[in-house]
């Protein structure tokens, strides 16, 4: 497996422009990543971001950094005109082709309009969503691009939510990104989440939370509520309260073998975070690796 660094990790230095996603590449080989994880084209040059996407390509070339994925937003329930909706997704299929990605995850919906969900919920959206997914990915096959979808979002976080979405779209170029942390998002146990999602997933996301009970005093900043009304703050990987080994060992044991992006948003030093949190990281997947002994 190869470990990627999401450029999203970086977004307080880019915040402060002492980064931009050119520069981030340098930044994860210095760091000790295997591979980077795009969110986004943010051009910081004023270029478009077809020609950006080259351009980011075109370092991860010289640098030696493959490019893992690319990560945008989409919303086929509350865009304006759907077709639209669609036919942008799908053009940004073609930058992913353009920057080497040879994955996109892109959001399904954030949920009803406003006012306007009238006693509706997953299932009654989901054959539209299905299609729309669907689209995407017959469009972004012939790139050689696949896409997926990830728990994400807290209307379309629950890993019962995506398994019927995978199951609905049912196309071999279509899967599912499993963010370790996220599904908390949603008060959902990572382990029995990860273990329903894994057949289906084709990258993975090691992201650690601190967790706190909704019964205690609202921690305050740094934190954000779930959706059930528990408390969540970023944690380094490997701090916090994510069973990040034990969701590996799920996706391993599932046959997964994609590459996995260190999302942090922790409120620590994103370089130190980065650094430790890798280590972490490594080590779990050496630990899995390692033969047990017979007794």
């Not at 490997?238 to 996706?251: F, R, T």
């Not at 370089?271 to 017979?294: F, H, I, M, S, W």
Request: proline share 5%.
């Amino acid at each position: 497996m190869r470990i990627a660094l999401s450029t999203y990790s970086m977004d307080r230095r880019m915040g402060e422009g002492t980064l931009n996603q050119l520069t981030c590449i340098a930044k994860a080989k210095e760091l000790g990543f295997d591979a980077i994880e795009f969110v986004e084209i943010f051009p910081h040059d004023g270029s478009t971001p077809e020609d950006y996407a080259k351009k980011l390509r075109e370092e991860c070339e010289r640098v030696g950094m493959p490019v893992s994925s690319l990560m945008v937003g989409a919303d086929f329930l509350r865009c304006a005109d759907l077709p639209a909706e669609i036919a942008r997704v799908q053009h940004l299929a073609e930058i992913a082709a353009i920057l080497g990605a040879p994955k996109m995850r892109h959001d399904a919906t954030a949920g009803f309009p406003d006012g306007e969900r009238a006693n509706r919920g997953f299932d009654d959206c989901l054959p539209l969503l299905a299609d729309a997914c669907l689209q995407v990915t017959r469009f972004a096959k012939d790139l050689g691009v696949r896409t997926m979808v990830e728990n994400h979002g807290w209307f379309c976080q629950d890993s019962a939510r995506l398994e019927k979405l995978a199951n609905a779209v049912r196309d071999e170029n279509f899967g599912l990104l499993c963010d370790m942390g996220n599904f908390m998002d949603a008060d959902e146990d990572p382990i029995e989440a990860c273990s329903r999602v894994a057949p289906y997933t084709i990258h993975a996301h090691a992201k650690d939370f601190h967790w706190k009970s909704g019964e205690a005093t609202d921690p305050g900043w740094g934190y954000w509520p779930t959706r059930g009304g528990n408390f969540l703050r970023g944690a380094i990987v490997g701090h916090g309260d994510v069973p990040v080994k034990q969701c590996l060992s799920i996706l391993k044991g599932a046959g997964f073998d994609g590459d996995i992006s260190i999302e942090f948003e922790g409120l620590e030093e994103p370089e130190l975070a980065l650094t430790v949190g890798l280590q972490n990281l490594k080590r779990y997947l050496e630990e899995l690796d390692r033969p047990r002994c017979c007794e």
